[in-house]
């Protein structure tokens, strides 16, 4: 089959999967951590029922806001549906004249971020403005990791394309476990938590204002306006695990197109994704929020990781 | 005569008629006819430029009366280049100040400067030897000093920029002319085809870090920047867009000069030396801006951050060069030329937005700002756009640049994948975090110019009364945008043409693929924008589908409190400004900028643990200004007054003087 088809049959497969996923993932981590601290739980269905409900619902907005507080959204959630487009979840199959760029990828994801802190600025609020301050500041700290670790990954494959960088990990497993590799891949979690808002730099589950980073930005959206908003974070947090199970787990992952391979690749994903929520949850329930002014630290020291692996991969190898 | 002496000579002669038209039109005229005029000149000066860049020949050969060469103007595709630039800037500013300018900005001398500024910008890269560059040098700061100084009688801060821009830009001209001096004194000619010497020659290398000095302190870089923060805000807004937009091109034309033409394959510290400075000039700019509630200051270093990274990506370039490692020096320099000409389009958009906002509110202090975006919708889209292309953000022109910069030094390291040196690996590292925490702070910076500026509600009775500026503003800030999307949309054709400048081999560096896809053949790398915009909408299909239906069953309702947790309305005074945005970052790069807080606690009068109101003050003040260059004023103005004793009026003293003057000159001549 050709290449153009199958890439798109792929990212077709990888986008329905992972609108269904996210929120079961969601719904996952948060009965993992109900059930850990002796509560009952809603379940995991409970972040689908949600969704249903905010789409049904008539959105209130503030007078005054503007059409951002309808399209910041929208953006959110087709930046994070072009990651799950763009990333190699399923497969490894990129398109051809628009490759698993890294680069491009964190531009993409960055639409995001960027959408989700003017939507904060948009209310007119306190605690709009706060959390977009926070989130950005965070954003911006996090960057050097980011991009340190994407170039530290790409140092063995000598090319940027994820896919590429999967499946040489798929064909010389011994590149996972070298210490370049272990070193990126630390760096890289330590980013993605930043990027998504999970423990230790944000919690998801307080509204208290002194912590808040995302919730604050959410805070003044309602109706289809707030559903956007939480399917795009969860979508891009889904996402974003995915990609680390497939640099850390790339087994299952199709590389030559094929529709029993395909079935495969989707359910080794949606085990990977979920068994790597289950640990993120386990792992939260040990941590606590650090200060807000302790983040840099934080991120300063996994910075250094990524410098670590980028210099070594160059100088001990 | 070729076509390109016939555009220059067009230029020269529109430029005259410009200077008389400003001369003698009547006041009321006078913006009308000089903005046509200008524009004019400008697409001039696009035709002749484009017309170089596509590698058409030919030449002005300007007699003087001088005991020298005639002057000689004829640019190469380089030249062309950033002649495109400039004069892009040129048409987009000319527009815009014909019903900008009022009042001091519109006066006859302001008119008569501008043609000369605009003029003078284009002879730069034109010339093709020393003499004519230098002459079209001053031409230019001519201009845009006269320019700057407008409103130097009703504003005292005007006044005192200006003697901090000419005394730089002087400063910057005496390094360039002593470059040159050195220069032709080694190789024995003034044209540029004479002044190539040795790089490794001890001439070569104090050639190289004067011009680096002058060039470095047009393009706004540490610690020559000092001028940047006073001088474009001061500015009228059509002023700091041209002088952002487009001189400061002029300086980063210098460099590439130098380092490409004059004296390619220098060593390896030359490189890194570019490199160091631009990376801190990167690093600094784009944290002042961060931390800057004043939309033109922020706009202001905001340059210097992008042009250090133009300078990173030329340091890189020399270094890669060095050690062979062609494919990534190439992407590297066409990178660093496309950042230039995104820089353009963007940051003049900018600037230009800033004053439509300052035209229409009278402000440009973000924190009285607000709500505009609903009041002024044009300028809230061009505003926005460009902004998204400061930030690197896709499908501007902005983020294929920086993109192109990060693949060729993520390449650069390793030369068929063996490690190419020691200094390399550590160098393209430290660029990447640097471009990286550059890209960060500017998505912050710009999130908050434009958030605060255009989003929630106005801060201060002036925002809550703007009004949308005039069509033909309105006009000149959409072109702008479109600019900025057209080079982010289509950047493999522009990048194949940029790359015909530097590169003997330009289709081995640089292919436009698909529709206007860019492809790095010799790193394996493409960018698809328009694909990605495809792919984007047909994601995008679903939601917004769902949305229409959606909202046709639940439509939304405005409410004038949606979520005031305490019960009552926020007031727009409670909401964050740009001040508090930047707060947190402040506190985080505390010993980076030194900011001076100030708190005072009223309390009330009968119990010291109740206050009744707290004042706080808090300066971010220029590092480089405050520890450097005030030491050094505060030296010679000590020394000013010391030497004042010297020479204090009296006739016989002076008389003295000259006696004791020709005593010491028979005295020696006698030996």
């Not at chain 1, 989700?116 to 960057?143: I, K, N, Q, Y």
């Not at chain 2, 917004?544 to 007031?571: E, F, K, N």
């Amino acid at each position: 089959m050709n290449a153009a088809l199958s890439a798109i049959i792929i990212a077709f497969v990888q986008v329905v999967l992972f609108v269904f996923l996210a929120p079961l993932l969601m719904g996952v981590i948060r009965q993992v951590r109900a059930t850990i601290e002796g509560r009952a739980g809603a379940g995991i269905w409970q972040p689908w029922r949600d969704v249903r409900k905010l789409l049904a619902k008539n959105p209130v907005r503030a007078e005054g806001s503007s059409w951002m507080l309808r399209a910041g959204p929208v953006a959110l959630m087709v930046s994070s549906l072009l990651l799950c487009v763009l990333l190699p979840l399923v497969g490894t199959i990129p398109f051809p004249s628009i490759p698993s760029d890294l680069f491009v990828i964190v531009s993409v994801m960055l639409i995001g971020v960027v959408a989700l802190a003017l939507v904060g600025l948009d209310g007119g609020t306190a605690f709009g403005g706060m959390g977009s301050s926070r989130h950005m500041t965070v954003a911006a700290l996090v960057e050097p990791t980011l991009l340190l670790a994407v170039y530290a990954l790409s140092i063995p494959a000598q090319t940027s394309t994820i896919s590429a960088i999967v499946e040489t990990r798929l064909f010389s497993p011994a590149v996972i476990i070298s210490p370049v590799s272990v070193l990126a891949l630390v760096a890289l979690s330590i980013a993605i938590m930043a990027e998504t808002a999970r423990l230790p730099i944000d919690n998801p589950g307080t509204h208290l204002e002194l912590t808040m980073l995302h919730e604050a930005m959410t805070l003044e959206a309602s109706g289809r306006d707030l559903a956007w908003l939480e399917v795009g974070s969860w979508l891009k947090l889904a996402a974003l695990l995915g990609l680390v199970s497939n640099l850390v787990v790339p087994w299952g992952v199709v590389t030559e197109f094929s529709a029993l391979g395909l079935a495969l690749g989707v359910v080794s994903i949606t085990v990977k994704v979920l068994v790597l929520g289950v640990l993120l949850s386990v792992g939260e329930i040990f941590l606590a929020k650090v200060r807000l002014f302790q983040v840099p630290e934080l991120l300063a020291g996994s910075f250094a990781l990524a410098f670590l692996a980028v210099t070594a991969s160059y100088l001990v190898v | 005569m070729t076509g390109i002496g016939a555009g220059l000579l067009l230029q020269l002669f529109l430029g005259a008629l410009a200077v008389a038209s400003a001369l003698l039109a009547a006041p009321s005229l006078r913006s009308r006819a000089g903005g046509i005029l200008c524009t004019l000149i400008a697409v001039t000066g696009f035709v002749t430029g484009l017309s170089a860049l596509l590698g058409a020949t030919g030449g002005l050969l300007i007699p003087i009366a001088l005991p020298m060469d005639p002057l000689r103007l004829a640019p190469d595709r380089l030249g062309g280049l950033f002649m495109l630039i400039v004069s892009g800037v040129g048409i987009l500013v000319s527009l815009y100040s014909m019903s900008s300018t009022r009042g001091p900005d519109a006066s006859r001398t302001a008119w008569v400067a501008m043609p000369v500024f605009l003029v003078g910008m284009q002879l730069v890269p034109a010339a093709t030897d020393s003499v004519s560059f230098l002459l079209a040098w001053e031409i230019m700061t001519l201009g845009s000093t006269v320019l700057l100084l407008a409103d130097h009688a009703s504003r005292a801060t005007v006044a005192s920029a200006g003697i901090w821009y000419s005394a730089m830009s002087q400063l910057s001209f005496f390094f360039i002319l002593a470059g040159f001096a050195v220069l032709a004194a080694a190789s024995g000619g003034t044209s540029f085809t004479n002044l190539q010497i040795e790089p490794g020659s001890w001439a070569a290398n104090v050639a190289f870090v004067l011009f680096l000095l002058g060039f470095g302190g047009k393009a706004e870089l540490v610690p020559l920047h000092v001028w940047v923060p006073r001088v474009l805000p001061e500015a009228p807004s059509h002023v700091s867009a041209a002088m952002s937009g487009a001189m400061v091109k002029i300086g980063v034309y210098g460099a590439l000069l130098v380092c490409v033409r004059l004296l390619p394959d220098g060593p390896a510290w030359w490189g890194i030396a570019i490199m160091l400075v631009g990376g801190a000039s990167a690093l600094y700019g784009i944290l002042q801006a961060s931390v800057s509630s004043d939309l033109k200051v922020l706009l202001a270093y905001s340059t210097t951050e992008n042009m250090g990274l133009v300078f990173l990506g030329l340091g890189a370039s020399m270094l890669l060069r060095g050690y062979d490692a062609t494919a990534a020096a190439d992407a590297a320099l066409v990178a660093a030329l496309l950042l230039a000409v995104s820089h353009a389009a963007f940051k003049s958009t900018l600037f230009l937005g800033a004053g439509a906002i300052i035209h229409a509110t009278g402000e440009r202090n973000l924190d009285r700002l607000g709500g505009l975006g609903a009041r002024m919708p044009v300028t809230a889209a061009a505003f926005g756009i460009a902004s998204l292309g400061a930030a690197a953000i896709p499908i501007t022109s902005g983020f294929v640049a920086e993109w192109m910069l990060l693949q060729s030094l993520i390449h650069g390291g390793r030369l068929d994948g063996a490690v190419v040196s020691v200094a390399a690996s550590v160098a393209m590292p430290l660029a990447v975090a640097v471009i990286a925490l550059t890209a960060g702070l500017a998505l912050l910076t710009f999130v908050k110019a434009y958030g605060i500026a255009f989003l929630a509600r106005p801060r201060s009775r002036a925002a809550a009364d703007a009004r949308e500026v005039p069509p033909v503003m309105q006009l000149s800030l959409a072109l702008g945008a479109l600019f900025v999307l057209a080079l982010g949309l289509l950047p493999g054709p522009v990048a194949a043409l940029v790359a015909h400048t530097i590169s003997p081999n330009p289709t081995a560096a640089v292919q436009s693929v698909g529709l206007g896809g860019v492809s790095l053949p010799g790193i394996g790398a493409v960018l698809d924008p328009i694909m990605l915009v495809v792919l984007s909408a047909l994601v995008a299909i679903p939601v917004v589908v769902s949305i229409i239906v959606s909202g046709r069953r639940h439509p939304h309702r405005t409410v004038d409190l949606p979520w005031g947790g305490g019960g009552s309305r926020a007031r727009p005074r409670m909401q964050y400004t740009a001040t508090s945005y930047a707060e947190p970052l402040v506190r985080v790069f505390d010993d980076v900028l030194k900011p001076s807080r100030d708190v005072q606690v009223t309390h009330v009068a009968e119990s010291r643990y109740l206050v009744e109101r707290v004042e706080v003050e808090q300066r971010v003040s220029d590092v480089f200004e405050t520890r450097l260059y005030r030491p050094v004023l505060n030296l010679f103005q000590r020394y000013g007054i010391v030497v004042r004793h010297v020479a204090n009026g009296s006739i016989h003293r002076y008389l003295s003087y000259s006696f004791a003057a020709l005593l010491i000159v028979l005295i020696v001549v006698s030996l």
